[in-house]
């Protein structure tokens, strides 16, 4: 089975930086996915590892460590819009298994 | 380009009712997966098509749920005899193929009365 935790909640001021830790325990792993979800709508990919190690996109930027199971996004400079959920998957030949999402909260 | 389509964006049934759920994928994208999200957790894997067969069927959670794709494209989720414990938000996902990318569509979001 698929076992992924992150935490339920985090706030954070905008302009600053905010790290949302993943651990998972999987029977399979092909990569590990970072989705953003506002509410009521679609999750949106933002990020993809599949190798250990960082990988950055403008503002967001994700590492993998395979070995310890765990993942983080990283979320820098932050600004309002980017409160909304963030999901953390971990994909197994096709089938994502997602963790119950983190709701990030931006305060002016 | 466009993104995944879903219809309707609400369905509003009673319980024992029959319901249909639409998703229309990317252009091109051969690979169509549905997922189940309740509210406050993150979805769950319903069941996955690659072409017009279903690949993997084990996330439906029961007899009741049925899923088709008869021309490799549109596939329509069919919920029969619904209960109130489907109430949830579907969503459909696509991807070029086997290990890529999921893009999700904005979901049907179902409530069973």
């Known amino acids: 089975g698929q076992n992924i935790d992150q935490p339920t909640e985090m706030t954070a001021t905008e302009g600053a930086i905010v790290q949302i830790n993943c651990t998972y325990q999987?029977?399979?792993?092909?990569?590990l996915f970072w989705y953003q979800q506002h509410a009521g709508e679609a999750p949106t990919f933002l990020s993809y590892n599949v190798l250990d190690g960082l990988e950055e996109k403008g503002r967001f930027s994700s590492f993998l460590s395979r070995s310890k199971g765990y993942s983080y996004l990283l979320l820098k400079e932050l600004q309002m819009k980017d409160s909304a959920s963030y999901l953390c998957a971990v994909l197994k030949d096709y089938k994502l298994s997602f963790g119950a999402g983190t709701t990030v909260t931006v305060r002016a | 380009g466009a993104g995944v389509s879903q219809t309707p964006s609400n369905k509003v049934t009673e319980k024992g009712k029959y319901v249909e759920l639409r998703c229309d994928p990317i252009?091109?994208?051969?690979?169509l997966y549905w997922y189940r999200q309740s509210l406050g957790q993150g979805p769950e894997f319903l069941i996955y098509?690659?072409?017009?067969?279903?690949?993997?069927d084990s996330g439906l959670p029961n007899d009741r749920f049925f899923a088709v794709r008869p021309e490799g494209s549109v596939s329509t989720l069919k919920i029969q005899r619904t209960e109130r414990g489907d109430s949830a938000v579907y969503l459909c996902?696509?991807?070029?193929?086997?290990?890529?990318?999921?893009?999700f569509g904005p979901g049907t979001r179902l409530l069973v009365l």
């Open positions: 252009s091109g994208h051969t690979a």
């Open positions: 996902a696509s991807s070029l193929g086997f290990r890529e990318t999921q893009y």
């Open positions: 098509f690659q072409g017009t067969g279903a690949a993997d």
């Open positions: 999987t029977s399979g792993f092909n990569g």
